[in-house]
């Protein structure tokens, strides 16, 4: 009976797992629905008060970001050059230090995100 039940685990489990994988790959490629949109709701393009954005606002709005995020990622380097020349590289690094390091990272990633438009 031991040996029976073994079996049927086995051949369950054989045919239930790749039958799983197939359904989920099946599942990920089915296109997902659009939502309607309600009659009530116009386009911005259709109302003539909605604000206007040109691409210029949008380029002038990024430089002044890239400018603002350049300044803060220099600021964060300097602050994290210092820190490093304090701390002994024999050591463990700090966890502050491991931080400002992030955050310099992620900046760096914003100004190129921005950069590229």
């Not at 296109?31 to 386009?43: A, E, G, I, Q, Y």
């Not at 990272?105 to 950069?115: C, G, P, Q, T, V």
Request: proline share 6%.
């Amino acid at each position: 009976m031991r040996n029976s039940r073994r079996k049927f685990m086995i051949a369950l489990w054989a045919f239930g797992v790749p039958l799983g994988m197939l359904a989920g790959t099946v599942a990920a490629q089915a296109p997902t629905p659009v939502p309607k949109r309600h009659p009530s709701l116009t386009d911005k393009d259709d109302d003539p008060d909605a604000p206007k954005f040109g691409t210029k606002a949008i380029l002038e709005a990024n430089q002044k970001d890239i400018k603002k995020n350049v300044e803060r990622l220099f600021q964060l380097a300097s602050e994290l050059k210092t820190e490093v020349e304090k701390t002994d590289s024999a050591q463990v690094l700090s966890l502050a230090l491991l931080k400002k390091a992030e955050e310099i990272e992620k900046l760096a990633k914003d100004i190129r995100s921005r950069a590229k438009g």
